[in-house]
């Protein structure tokens, strides 16, 4: 019997032990490989790195794979934990701490492996479901099947890597002392929660102090910049461990002192609360987090996708722009409206056709309008200034204008009457426009360009019309500026669909993660209970009574994680509610709704599978 | 109200798996109301599985039982833990403690899943207690007393119910023999106390004589019985006669 055949025996005598740990191995790297799969998609090629979609990628690339890694540790020493007894039989049967060490990187070695294989086997075998799942969600024709070579290598060297650091790094976790210990004792007790007040009070304050800069004073935010974000992060983190802890503890302190405390399962349930604290706030608070990551993700990037329309609305104001510069000539500007009329009058539905100009110092990109000009773009309030006030619109979407570079070009002073911050024209085009009154804008001796703004009825739906027009006028620089929402729109589209996709894959993700850590966790705990409960029962615990404190447990384990992450989330959109639309809080609500849906299901399902396990 | 507190006619218990094995050929048994009876044998002779049947934990073959009159195997799953609770009380020879709970609660247990109010509660936990001597260890956790203890408080669970049969699997299998004598005195003095029934399986001929009648098994059935006369020295040598003349599998005397 040679020591790889101990190791193999390990794991085929008992794979059990060994299934979970390694289904969820497999779970992490079929995830990141699909991942891969479409990052290294030939379509993605287009898309450049340093743009907002490709650095969303890269980015998300890295929290998966970090959090496989450290999903893979967490389950890891789960299954450490689980196997320390049979370990200790090792140990006391003669075998050196090393001997241990290597037989379980060993064992870790060879599921890994076969994790990997497996995962990307699935893998090549579902993509083809996969990518057409994506085609149809992304709207992208051109996400064909292809051979993910370049997705095979990567998961399969990143994994082996991990695996191998993560083998490494676990199997110093394995102490003789401990898995000696676990053998001679058959009762083990696990710490029990203690209270602390000071930590408690000392977590909140640092979290509130941290946490007020950030409504009072921005400025203080900006300065200190990642380190403020990453102090506040891990306070807040560490703040609701202790809350939860503390909170758990006060519990089981106001239900033991309740007067139904010896009545009914109530006691059983309680002590075994008590008793299990602190593995049962681990657990929690580690649910409670991912849980927070899924809904967060999703409503963030929700709102991404949301607002789309209205974003492309405030840089491009029209559906079709034309702006013609000085330097056009006339019969070309003629031809060119009308080829863009004789189009348009194509289309279903109003067309809204606006005519206006504007003179412009190139040098300091100031506009000036006229009032009627001003109030010939028909997207705006028409204004009425006087003889000796103007009126300000910004330029540049989200950048205050300068409000009094106008003095510069008139003799006597103009009154400022308002301020328009929404375009009149495509964003960036001049820093700041002035509306002066007719009689000075004429005697202005400045080059006029001429705008051609037109606005059709239902515009998101007119991606063909855009198509049409865009491939005959394009923008040529010095002469003609040739610009359309439309389009802006379908590419933006584009772009939050498929962050919106890795969103939602990426909240999967948390959620699988979520799952994963209650089953380990419920599996490490089986035996005890199993072991606990048939005592009860040789004394008269019902399975009814038996199942009353099963649910409660589980309710516990799984509802009140979903609560607090509720709890935390709806506090912080509240807390920013000026920022958000009615209509992204209605979003986020049903997102939640169908989580608790989701939770509820698993709950039946759960308890179902783990009672029958229990009374097995 | 009948004599008879236990009648158990023609038991048989077959397991039935890779290898079938018949535990029980047919046992008749019969235990009088306020008896205290030993069952001996040697191992694999079905003691326990005989015990698993009347404690209801394993369900019979064939055959018939009842406890008061009560055939326990009708009972649906709810109703049989309350016959549990209420009729029939459990000695161990691993405790079977709930670590989880308190020695106090531990010994409240059967009467809080019945719901009994709380002055209840706290009159018969005191009379209990004060009978078994344990009014010091009441607020310690299950893992910080004594093997000794532990069965104390195992004691203490079976009886604040007051059942009419009281069932005990080598209750003394995992104590040293000074702890044994003690709980075995314990026995004697809660059957004469609270006369109640008694049915206890062990295979220390010393911890069988404390009964009044033993009864011996092998291979599945009834064997032989003797009952105790006036002298408990006489009725030890009687067991001790009875075990050597079973031999055979007997290899704990």
Known sequence: ?616 | MSDIILNVQQLHKDYVGEVNYKALKGIDFQLKRNEFVSVMGPSGSGKTTFLNCISTIDRPTNGSMTINQKDPYELNDEDLAKFRRSELGFVFQDFNLVHTLTVEENILLPLTLDAVNGKEMTSRLAEVVRFLGIEDIMKKRTFEISGGQKQRVAIARAVIHEPSLLLADEPTGNLDSKAANSVMTLFQSIHETFQTSLLMVTHDPYVASFAERVIFMQDGMLYNEIQKGDHKQQFYQEIVDTLTFLGGGYHEL
């Open chain 1, 1 to 616: 019997m040679s020591f790889n055949h101990i190791v193999i025996q390990n794991i085929v005598r008992d794979k059990w032990t060994y299934i979970s740990y390694f289904l969820s191995s497999v779970f992490s790297i079929l995830v990141f490989f699909f991942f891969l799969i479409i990052a290294f998609h030939p379509m993605m090629d287009a898309i450049d790195t340093n743009s907002t979609l490709g650095i969303v990628m890269i980015l998300c690339s890295m929290i998966v794979y970090i959090f496989s890694f450290v999903f893979i540790i967490y389950s890891m020493l789960a299954f450490l934990k689980k196997k320390t007894k049979s370990l200790g039989v090792f140990i006391i049967s003669g075998a050196s701490t090393k001997q241990v060490r290597k037989m379980v990187f060993r064992e870790n070695m060879l599921i890994a492996f076969a994790a990997i294989i497996t995962a990307i086997g699935v893998g090549l075998i579902v993509s083809p479901l996969f990518l057409m799942v994506v085609k149809n969600v992304l709207e992208a024709e051109s996400f064909g099947m292809y051979v993910p070579v370049q997705a095979i290598a990567m998961t399969f060297i990143l994994f082996s890597v991990l695996f191998f650091i993560v083998s490494q790094i676990t199997t110093r976790f394995i102490k003789k002392e401990e898995a000696v210990q676990l053998l001679k004792a058959d009762v083990t007790q696990e710490k029990l929660i203690r209270p602390t007040p000071w930590r408690l009070f000392l977590s909140i304050l640092v979290s509130a102090v941290l946490l007020l800069p950030l409504k009072e004073s921005p400025d203080v935010v900006e300065s200190l910049g990642i380190v403020y974000i990453m102090m506040l992060f891990i306070s807040l983190l560490m703040t609701i461990y202790i809350v939860l802890t503390q909170g758990i503890l006060f519990t089981i302190r106001r239900l033991q002192k309740s007067a139904s405390y010896y009545r009914k399962t109530n006691m059983l349930f309680v002590s075994n609360l008590q008793a299990k604290g602190n593995s049962h706030a681990h657990v929690i608070y580690l649910l409670s987090i991912l849980l927070l990551a899924v809904f967060v993700t999703t409503s963030v990037l929700y709102s991404s996708y949301y607002n789309v329309e209205e974003n492309t609305e405030a840089v491009y104001p029209y559906s079709f722009q034309y702006i013609s510069h000085p330097n056009n000539p006339i019969e070309k500007e003629q031809q060119d409206i009308e080829f863009m009329e004789t189009t348009l009058e194509q289309t279903e539905g109003d067309v809204d056709a606006y005519q206006s100009a504007f003179k412009t110092d190139e040098d300091r990109r100031i506009g000036f309008l006229s009032n009627t000009l001003f109030n010939a773009l028909g997207t705006h309030e028409a204004i009425a200034l006087s003889d000796n006030q103007y009126y300000v619109v910004a330029g540049n979407a989200g950048v205050m204008p300068n409000t009094d570079a106008i003095q510069d070009y008139v003799d006597d002073p103009l009154q400022y009457v308002g301020l328009e911050e929404r375009m009149i024209l495509v964003s960036g085009f001049r820093a700041v426009y002035y509306v002066i009154p007719d009689a000075i804008y004429d005697a202005l001796n400045y080059p006029e360009y001429h705008v051609f703004a037109y606005e059709l009825e239902e515009w998101t739906e007119k991606r063909d019309i855009a198509e049409k027009i865009e491939s005959q006028l394009m923008t040529e620089p010095g002469e003609r500026y040739v610009s359309s929402k439309i389009s802006l729109y379908a590419d933006e589209l584009f772009v939050k669909r498929v962050i919106f996709f890795i969103g939602f894959m990426l909240s999967l993700i948390f959620l699988s993660a979520a799952m994963s850590i209650l089953y380990f966790y419920l599996q490490t705990s089986l035996a005890g209970e199993k072991e606990k409960y048939l005592g009860m029962r040789k004394i008269g615990l019902s399975m009814k009574e038996m199942r009353v404190i099963v649910t409660r447990e589980l309710s516990i384990l799984i509802f009140v994680p979903f609560t607090i992450a509720a709890m935390l989330l709806f506090t912080v959109l509240f807390s920013i509610r000026d920022a958000l639309s009615p209509a992204f809080f209605q979003m986020t609500t049903v997102g939640v709704g169908i989580i608790l849906l989701l939770f509820t299901l698993s709950f039946f399902i759960i308890r179902k599978a783990y009672f029958k396990k229990l009374v097995a």
